[in-house]
């Protein structure tokens, strides 16, 4: 039987003040409301116990592929740098099926590298945090979980795959891919931080084809071309895989596709490289 799906919402323009209050008295937190992060579909803020709290919303339809609470999950993933999971709260939206989850966690005093998912200038990052990011993403390809990634909130599958890059990229017949591995999923520059190296949100993660989160991270760097080249050397084996150029055709359709805006600084870059991708795709 097919569950009912919630209604979508946006988080950065719900009232939220009763949510907070529950988070608070059942996780005996003061959350300091000046402090609090809206995003669309998370919550998260400074405690007075010198930690941080992250609060979620999400659908019956999205909970049962996913093998339970994404930040939990990720407590048990050896090698990967990330907040301290320390203790959770969830319950059930009385109106509606759909789930409430409060975590809280290790604060992280080093911001996020982007406000958003790109960034439009370099960073200047460290060599620290460049060798804290390959090895991090080295040691969760890693790890096997029955918990399926689900970017941009959609289930991972082959059908997915093929899908979009059918849609965008037609071209490009063999879409199978070869290799999976698990994967954060949403491995964008608003989830790394730094000048120390950690990633957050983790809601998303689960097994996906190979090379997603490098081609997620290179693809929203595609407006700083010394960043991109950066990451791609980091990330190499798996961006030049094959799997890794399906990936990266994967994120590339999000900006080139039938949806695309004129105005995006990744959209000319994003056009050249795709342009590319599907030339070797093609002759290999």
Aim: proline share 6%; no cysteine; aromatic share 6%.
């Amino acid at each position: 039987m097919a569950l009912a799906v919630a209604r979508i919402v946006d988080l950065r323009k719900e009232p939220v003040n009763v949510v907070l209050d529950r988070v608070e008295q059942g996780l005996g937190v003061r959350l300091d409301r000046a402090t609090v992060i809206r995003k669309r579909r998370s919550l998260g803020g400074r405690t007075d116990r010198g930690t941080w709290v992250r609060i979620e919303r999400r659908g019956f339809e999205r909970i049962g592929v996913q093998g339970g609470n994404g930040t939990e999950a990720a407590a048990v993933l050896d090698g990967v740098v990330m907040p301290q999971w320390y203790r959770g709260l969830a319950w059930r939206n009385e109106s509606e099926p759909a789930m409430w989850r409060a975590d809280e966690l290790e604060l992280i005093s080093d911001p996020p590298i982007g406000k958003g998912a790109l960034v439009l200038r370099d960073p200047e990052l460290p060599e620290r945090w460049w060798a804290a990011l390959s090895t991090s993403l080295d040691a969760l390809a890693a790890h096997r979980t029955p918990r399926v990634a689900t970017p941009d909130t959609e289930l991972m599958t082959q059908e997915l795959v093929t899908a979009k890059l059918g849609e965008v990229f037609p071209e490009v017949e063999d879409t199978l891919v070869g290799q999976w591995a698990a994967a954060h999923a949403d491995l964008t520059w608003a989830n790394v931080m730094g000048p120390e190296f950690s990633i957050i949100d983790w809601e998303d993660w689960g097994m996906a084809p190979r090379g997603l989160d490098a081609a997620t991270l290179w693809g929203n760097a595609l407006a700083v071309p010394e960043l991109a080249d950066r990451v791609h050397r980091e990330r190499r084996a798996d961006l030049e895989s094959r799997d890794g150029k399906l990936m990266a055709l994967f994120l590339l359709s999000k900006i080139v596709g039938p949806h695309a805006y004129e105005d995006d600084p990744l959209l000319v870059p994003a056009r050249k490289e795709a342009s590319r991708l599907v030339v070797e795709l093609q002759a290999a």
